[in-house]
C-alpha cells in the first residue's frame, strides 16, 4: 500500500498549498480523459484518495498517527474489509470529526477538481440486530462520474476547451472606476463559472455536467453494539466530485428501535420480572427474555421486592471489541395477591396463627392475615 504523501509525491510536512498543487497536477496527469495508459485510472483514484485524506487537517493528523486504518478502509486494495471497514466505522464514533458537507475547508474556489459533498443516510435499526450486528442493504441517491465522458461533460470524442473569457484562469478582472480612484476587482468567470474551460459539444448522457444522479445500493456493515447516534462513515460514497476531485463520504446515522420489554443504558440491558408472593418467598427457577433468547434463572429463596438479578454478559457488546459484552439487570417486582380462594385465605391464615403462636409480636394486629408472615407493620 503506497504512502499517500508519496502517491502525491510531496513531504510530510507539506502544506496545504504545496499539496494541492501536486494533487492539481497529478490529477492532470492521470485524468481518465487524458491518459489512456493501463492503470491511470486507478493512479488516479490513487490520488483522489491521498489527497481527500491529506488535505484534511483531522484526517490527515489520524493517517500520520495511524496509517490507513485511522481514516477508513475503501482505499484501493484494501484487504478485505469492505466499505465499511470495521475501524472506520468505530473512528467516526469516537472522534466527532464529522464537519459537515462539502469541501476542503478554506477552498471556494471553483476551478480545478472539487471535492464531491457529503451525504447523510438517516437508518433505523432493530434492537437485537443493533445488539449482534447486521449487514443491511441500503439504496442512496447519489451523484456519480458519468461515465459516458468520464467527468469531463464533453461528448466523447470532443474536449472541454479553454475558456476564451478567462483564458482558462476560472477568474476575470475587472477596472472599477470609482471618485477614490480605480481599483481591479477579481470575480468567477461568468462564461466558464470558474472552471477555465467550456464545453462547446456537451455529453448527452449527463448533459455536460460530469455527473449522474444515480441510486445505488450498498450493503453495509452494521457492528455489534451500535447505539443511537453511532455515525458510520462510508468512505466514498458520497457525491462524486467534480473535474476529477475526489467522492464525498456517506455518513450512516443510526437509530436504534425500542424494545418492548428490555431497555439499554451503555453497555448494561434492563428489565422487569414479575413474580408471585410465593415464588418470592420459597425461590424459583423461572424463564426470563434476553437478546440470546429465553434464559433459566434462579430465583433465590426470600428475593425481597425489587432486588436486582445480574445476569454477566448477557448485555450489550462494546463497539468495536463485541467480546467484550456489558451485563443484564433484572429487576424482580414481586406481586402480592388482592384475592384470595377460601382454601389459600386458610391456609395464609393457619401460617399466621402458627407464627403468632411462636412469637410475642404482633398478637394485637386483628386483620393478623400478613403480621405474622411479613413482620411488624
Ligand atoms: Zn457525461
Ligand atoms: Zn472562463
Known amino acids: 500500500m503506497a504512502d499517500f504523501y508519496d502517491i502525491l509525491g510531496v513531504s510530510r510536512d507539506a502544506d496545504s498549498d504545496t499539496l494541492k498543487s501536486a494533487y492539481r497536477k497529478m490529477a492532470r496527469q492521470y485524468h481518465p480523459d487524458i491518459n489512456k495508459d493501463a492503470g491511470a485510472e486507478d493512479r488516479f483514484k490513487e490520488i483522489g484518495r491521498a489527497y481527500e485524506v491529506l488535505s484534511d487537517p483531522q484526517q490527515r493528523a489520524r493517517y500520520d498517527?495511524?496509517?490507513e486504518a485511522g481514516i477508513g478502509g475503501a482505499g484501493a486494495g484494501m484487504p478485505d474489509m469492505g466499505d465499511m471497514g470495521g475501524f472506520a466505522d468505530l473512528f467516526e464514533t469516537f472522534f466527532s470529526g464529522f464537519g459537515g458537507a462539502g469541501a476542503p475547508t478554506g477552498s471556494k474556489q471553483?476551478?480545478?477538481?472539487?471535492?464531491?459533498?457529503?451525504?447523510?443516510?438517516?437508518?433505523?435499526?432493530?434492537?437485537?440486530?443493533?445488539?449482534?450486528?447486521?449487514?443491511?442493504?441500503?439504496?442512496?441517491?447519489h451523484l456519480e462520474t458519468c461515465d459516458t465522458c468520464g467527468g469531463s461533460g464533453a461528448r466523447p470524442g470532443s474536449r472541454p476547451v479553454t475558456c476564451n473569457t478567462?483564458?482558462?484562469?476560472?477568474?476575470?478582472?475587472?477596472?472599477?472606476?470609482t471618485p477614490f480612484g480605480s481599483f481591479t476587482q477579481v470575480a468567477e468567470c461568468p462564461s466558464c463559472g470558474g472552471a477555465g474551460q467550456t464545453i462547446s459539444d456537451p455529453c448527452g448522457s449527463c448533459a455536460g455536467q460530469g455527473v449522474?444522479?444515480?441510486?445505488?445500493?450498498?450493503?453495509?456493515?452494521?457492528?455489534?453494539?451500535?447505539?443511537?447516534?453511532?455515525?458510520l462513515r462510508v468512505s466514498g460514497e458520497g457525491n462524486a466530485g467534480l473535474r476529477g476531485g475526489p467522492s464525498g463520504d456517506l455518513?450512516?446515522?443510526?437509530?436504534?428501535?425500542?424494545?418492548?420489554?428490555?431497555?439499554?443504558?451503555?453497555?448494561?440491558?434492563?428489565s422487569e420480572i414479575q413474580v408471585s408472593y410465593l415464588q418470592a418467598i420459597l425461590g424459583d427457577n423461572?424463564?426470563?427474555d434476553t437478546v440470546d433468547g429465553p434464559i433459566r434463572v434462579e430465583i433465590p429463596i426470600g428475593t425481597q421486592p425489587n432486588s436486582i438479578l445480574k445476569l454477566e454478559n448477557k448485555g450489550i457488546p462494546?463497539?468495536?471489541?463485541?467480546?467484550?459484552?456489558?451485563?443484564?439487570?433484572?429487576?424482580?417486582?414481586?406481586?402480592?395477591?388482592t384475592r384470595f380462594s377460601n382454601e389459600e385465605k386458610v391456609l395464609l391464615e393457619q401460617l399466621?396463627?402458627?407464627y403468632s403462636a411462636r412469637g410475642p409480636q404482633n398478637h394485637h394486629h386483628k386483620s393478623g392475615l400478613f403480621g405474622g408472615l411479613f413482620g411488624k407493620d
Do not use: M, W
Not at 118 to 126: A, G, I, K, N, W
Not at 252 to 270: A, E, Q
Open 65 to 67: 498517527q495511524f496509517g
Open 110 to 141: 471553483r476551478r480545478g477538481p472539487q471535492q464531491g459533498d457529503d451525504l447523510r443516510y438517516d437508518l433505523t435499526v432493530e434492537f437485537s440486530k443493533a445488539v449482534f450486528g447486521q449487514e443491511k442493504e441500503i439504496t442512496i441517491p
Open 166 to 177: 478567462c483564458g482558462g484562469a476560472g477568474q476575470v478582472r475587472r477596472a472599477t472606476r
Open 212 to 231: 449522474k444522479q444515480v441510486r445505488k445500493k450498498l450493503r453495509i456493515n452494521i457492528p455489534a453494539g451500535v447505539d443511537t447516534g453511532t455515525r
Open 251 to 270: 455518513y450512516v446515522f443510526i437509530k436504534v428501535k425500542n424494545h418492548p420489554k428490555l431497555k439499554r443504558d451503555g453497555l448494561t440491558i434492563y
Open 286 to 288: 423461572i424463564e426470563v
Open 318 to 337: 462494546k463497539l468495536g471489541n463485541p467480546v467484550a459484552r456489558g451485563d443484564h439487570s433484572i429487576t424482580v417486582k414481586v406481586q402480592l395477591p
Open 352 to 354: 399466621a396463627s402458627h
